[in-house]
């Protein structure tokens, strides 16, 4: 770090936003940093003061984020035991060092000029994703991170340098992975459901041991049934950009008690954990409905909740078609629109009419499971 005295004032755009404009990808957010600068600097010039844990600002106009530059130091175990240093003297240099890859450690100054000291560029052009120094082995959240990068970038020819493979299998041996806190590590699970090949997400953290101890469910599947979630994971980016489809997809072959450990472990919202557990019960009775008797195929609607939440079923529909391997993804599956014009018609109930004839009570409900019977034995919904 520089000791001198304080560095003149400048702004960086750094990180992602410089990586994806280099890669020709419209960067979501845009992050700076700040040099030479104070948190007294930076309120004068009407930034309003966000960050919690460093000082981090919000632009008057555009309300993009700009953070000091800082340093970090390890202090103590797990992801919180780092201390940090964001004074004046702090150079872009030293902020770009604790960064975790070298193609995020790319920063731009404010005449366009890519400034790379880490061998970023090198690296975006080779597709590697490499760590920046020794001190990615301090961080066990880099982990997840690369994984997800790997979600996002495998498709373009990306690879971990072998090198930075091996400081994440140290994070895993040393322990430090188990410092890893529930939210964040499902944070980062949910990011990389939602890239192109999240299947590259699991598949990072086996190469590198940390699958057993963050997803030992999956870890204990058989290798053949770990490739046939993997590979309903992949069919279900076909169908949907839901990552409560994408989960349930990946964890359908495991138990309902593995579901419920999992979604425990991370405190997953109840839309991930129902759908999971919906998809673990009824698969295999949704891939069989249309060899169903009437009185199956009306239990499986009422079970799976449908008739109060269609919306549901038709997501459960997805899950069951992506694992569904016999078939090819981009035909439609004959079961799912047999199953929702079944749902369809049994809506169609006149429920008035049922009051209205004197039905009350438990026989309100019994006589409209009568009358959905009646019709779905009829087969006139084909």
Known sequence: MN???????????????????????????????????????????????????FPVFLHPVTHEEYA??????????????FETCSDATVTLKDDLQRRDLTINALAEDQNGQVIDYY?????????????????????????????????????QGFQIAPETLDLMRELVTTGEVDSLVAERV????????????????FQTLEACYALAVLFPELAALTTTQRQTALEALQRAVQLSIKPEIRWAALVQC????????????????????ELALLAAQFTPQLHSHLSQTPEQQLALLEQTDA?????????????????????VINQTWPSAA????????????????????GFKGEAIKQEIRRQRLALLAAGNYH
Not at 24 to 42: C, E, F, L, N, S
Not at 187 to 197: C, I, R
Not at 260 to 271: D, I, K, T, V
């Open 3 to 53: 000791t001198e005295a304080s560095l003149p004032l400048q702004f960086y755009l750094v990180g992602g936003a410089v990586r994806d404009r280099l890669m020709g990808i419209t960067a979501k957010d845009r992050d700076w940093v700040v040099t030479g600068a104070t948190p007294d600097i930076m309120l004068q010039l009407g930034y309003q003061a966000v960050g919690k844990d």
């Open 254 to 273: 495991l138990s309902v008690n593995a579901i419920e450990a999992l979604s425990g472990r991370y405190r997953s919202p109840n839309s991930f954990r």
């Open 68 to 81: 000091l530059a800082r340093t970090e130091r390890k202090v103590a175990r797990g992801y919180h035991g």
């Open 338 to 357: 047999h199953i929702l014009k079944q749902l369809d018609l049994c809506q169609q109930i006149d429920i008035q009419n049922i009051l209205q004839q």
């Open 186 to 201: 499902w944070q980062e699970l949910v990011k990389a459901l939602q890239e192109p090949q999240p299947e590259a997400f």
């Open 119 to 155: 061998g970023g560029l090198n690296d975006l052009k080779h597709r590697i994703l490499r760590h920046v120094s020794p001190a990615f082995a301090e961080d066990p959240v880099r982990i997840l991170r690369v994984a997800r990068f790997m979600a996002r970038y495998r498709g």
């Open 307 to 327: 008739f109060r939440k269609p919306d549901r079923l038709k997501d459960l529909l997805k899950v069951a078609h992506a694992s569904d391997l016999s078939l």
